[in-house]
């Protein structure tokens, strides 16, 4: 397999404008899960999904974020309008989820997103 | 909440064992203790998870005290390549984000 697959890698863009980040998840894992990395903040949960439909969302910082899984091996991330304040490293995973315990999390490459 | 706390930094040479200690008093009777490596650029990765006493792999052990309120995630023998943040997660997936917070981890140096 060839793991979490996510697009684009580095995104630059505008303030006002809209980003929509891409993930693949490894095949046959139910959750998803997308994250965003700051020096400050380090590494936040914004919201995951199970069996593709989303089940806490409760990190995503308002309601210029949203994102959507429309089957089990696509997920999106979309920013609109993006802010300068929204530029980080957003990481896609997925997992297994066996019940009763945390399973091993794979994460993707990453999407390094600049905001001017 | 399972909140933890591992020390902001550590040093060390290669060659060296080190051992990085993660404090969890709130730890649930079904929680997990998982670790996970970031190297800068990449996404974490799996080191290794346990839930009581002693677990082994090829890159790590991790040791866990009968009352599970801590555990200490040890690295034999230590080479340039284990730079890395190191971080301690512990939940139930049942539980939901609980088990998905990120600490701020422990940043660990090996010198030459």
């Known amino acids: 397999d060839a793991g979490v697959i996510q697009s684009p890698r580095h995104e630059v863009t505008e303030m006002g404008q809209e980003v929509t980040l891409r993930c693949k998840p490894i095949s046959g894992h139910d959750y998803l899960f997308w994250y965003r990395q700051t020096m400050m903040r380090g590494l936040e949960l914004l919201i995951y999904?199970?069996?593709?439909?989303?089940?806490?969302d409760s990190g995503m910082p308002e309601d210029r974020f949203s994102a959507k899984m429309p089957n089990a091996s696509f997920s999106t991330l979309k920013i609109q309008p993006s802010e300068p304040r929204d530029s980080a490293v957003y990481f896609c995973a997925s997992s297994q989820g066996l019940a009763g315990r945390t399973d091993t999390q794979y994460f993707g490459p990453g999407t390094r997103l600049t905001v001017l | 909440l399972a909140k933890t706390t591992q020390p902001i930094s550590m040093d060390s040479y290669e060659g060296q064992e080190v051992n990085i200690t993660c404090s969890h008093n709130?730890?649930?009777?079904?929680?997990?203790i998982t670790w996970y490596q970031q190297f800068p650029s990449q996404g974490p990765r799996f080191i290794i998870q346990g839930y009581k006493t002693k677990v082994t792999n090829e890159v790590a052990s991790l040791f866990i005290p009968a009352d599970r309120k801590s555990s200490t995630l040890s690295l034999p023998r230590v080479s340039l390549s284990d730079t890395a943040v190191y971080y301690c997660l512990v939940g139930d997936m049942g539980t939901g984000r609980r088990a998905l917070t990120f600490g701020s981890g422990t940043r660990l140096q090996v010198q030459p």
């Open positions: 999904f199970n069996n593709n439909v989303p089940i806490d």
């Open positions: 709130n730890i649930a009777t079904n929680d997990y």
